[in-house]
T-cell receptor, first 111, second 112 residues
């Protein structure tokens, strides 16, 4: 059964710092991996989608990497801003087709 | 930018009552989903819907749950007889190609 783990559970950084969020999954047979942002009381906003054949995806200050064989993905946020404060969720799509989520990393960027 | 719309944003109901959660997916999308998140826990898959039928469902999606796309624009989740443990944030999502999912802002369901 696929399990997705995100470390750390919470992270607090000063504004301007570069940071890395980690995601690991137990079954490497995935179709894709998505990173989402969740603001309190709000829905999930898709940030990046990496197909299983890809190694990374970039959007603005965000870069996500995927190492399928080792069951790991990282989300790199450059030059963090207070507006980046949110919970970041990693989700993998496996053979069953549905997304399996991690519990998230709660990021706080201090001005 | 097109978005998935969910109503109501909050729903309070008594245990044993029926509730219907409503969603308007993005108009040209073909795949529709319901997920839920119990407070402090992971987002969990409930059901996916394609071509007017359920394509996949989880163990959570038992006989108390049903989905419907009544009119080509709305997508609903019905819980026939709510239990306390059904209290959660329910998210609707849609996708054009079953790849990238777009989520709504959720309905917070509280069962008393």
């Amino acid at each position: 059964k696929q399990e997705v783990t995100q470390i750390p559970a919470a992270l607090s950084v000063p504004e301007g710092e570069n940071l890395v969020l980690n995601c690991s999954f137990t079954d490497s047979a995935i179709y894709n991996l998505q990173w989402f942002r969740q603001d309190p009381g709000k829905g999930l906003t898709s940030l990046l989608l990496i197909q299983s054949s890809q190694r990374e995806q970039t959007s603005g200050r965000l870069n996500a990497s995927l190492d399928k064989s080792s069951g790991r993905s990282t989300l790199y946020i450059a030059a963090s801003q207070p507006g980046d404060s949110a919970t970041y969720l990693c989700a993998v799509k496996g053979s069953q087709g549905n997304l399996i989520f991690g519990k998230g990393t709660k990021l706080s960027v201090k001005p | 930018e097109p978005e998935v719309t969910q109503t109501p944003s909050h729903q309070v109901t008594q245990m044993g009552q029926e509730v219907i959660l409503r969603c308007v997916p993005i108009s040209n999308h073909l795949y529709f989903y319901w997920y839920r998140q119990i407070l402090g826990q992971k987002v969990e898959f409930l059901v996916s819907f394609y071509n007017n039928e359920i394509s996949e469902k989880s163990e959570i999606f038992d006989d108390q749950f049903s989905v419907e796309r009544p009119d080509g624009s709305n997508f609903t989740l019905k819980i026939r007889s709510t239990k306390l443990e059904d209290s959660a944030m329910y998210f609707c999502a849609s996708s054009y190609s079953n790849e990238k999912l777009f989520f709504g802002s959720g309905t917070q369901l509280s069962v008393l």
